[in-house]
């Protein structure tokens, strides 16, 4: 059973540019959660999706960032019109069901470099 | 999720038990007491989790308080590879907050 699968590990963007991050859950996981860590900070939560549905996305900033989680295929985190400030880690995670008593597995991440 | 904290730094002697302690004194009844590590810049890796009950697995174990306002993870024979940032998250829908964690220095 393959983990998190998170690609491209490496992406570079152009200011004005958009990202597109994808993230494949494990086999079996219906939930997505996508989390940013700037150089030498901590993880921020993002945003929390179900298949086909934003659960909380209250982490979100409200200009030029979405997400997705469509009912087949990977999550995509997209976000356009890239600036510097948002070079950083991008990792998602995955768990089979939301509620108590339920871990998540999280992949190696995606690191963007805005140029 | 509620507020969790832990000392920004530690240091364990290789071959050693690493005890890292975290205050959650504001837990909630149906939250879970979660532990994460972060290995220089890798993906977040989950170690354990817990109710109430003290847990054990092939990574490590975890002591809760009675009252349930702290708790302990417990890394019997701490390796080198043990060096990383560890997050005690007490959390009951998994989308999980985040705190600074404890750096964790595994000495030889």
């Known amino acids: 059973n393959a983990g998190v699968m998170q690609n491209p590990r490496h992406l570079v963007r152009r200011r004005g540019q958009e990202a597109r991050l994808r993230c494949s859950p494990m086999?079996?996981?219906?939930?997505v959660y996508w989390y940013r860590q700037l150089p030498e900070e901590g993880l921020k939560f993002m945003v929390y999706l179900q298949k086909e549905n934003i659960i909380d996305e209250s982490g979100m900033p409200k200009e030029r960032f979405s997400a997705e989680f469509p009912k087949e295929g990977p999550s995509i985190l997209r976000i356009q019109q890239v600036v510097r400030g948002d070079s950083a880690a991008y990792f998602c995670?995955?768990?089979?069901?939301?509620?108590?008593?339920?871990?998540?597995?999280f992949g190696q991440g995606t690191r963007l470099t805005v140029v | 999720d509620a507020k969790t904290t832990q000392p920004p730094s530690m240091d364990c002697a290789e071959g050693r038990a690493a005890n890292l302690p975290c205050n959650h004194s504001?837990?909630?009844?149906?939250?879970?007491v979660y532990w994460y590590r972060q290995i220089h810049s890798q993906g977040p890796q989950y170690i354990i989790h817990g109710l109430k009950n003290n847990e054990t697995n092939e990574m490590a174990s975890l002591i809760i308080t009675e009252d349930r306002k702290s708790s302990t993870l417990i890394l019997p024979h701490a390796t080198l590879r043990d060096t990383a940032v560890y997050y005690c998250i007490a959390n009951n829908n998994n989308d999980m907050r985040f705190g600074a964690g404890t750096r964790l220095t595994v000495k030889p």
């Open positions: 995670a995955s768990s089979p069901r939301t509620g108590t008593n339920t871990e998540a597995f």
């Open positions: 086999k079996g996981h219906s939930h």
């Open positions: 504001t837990i909630s009844g149906n939250e879970y």
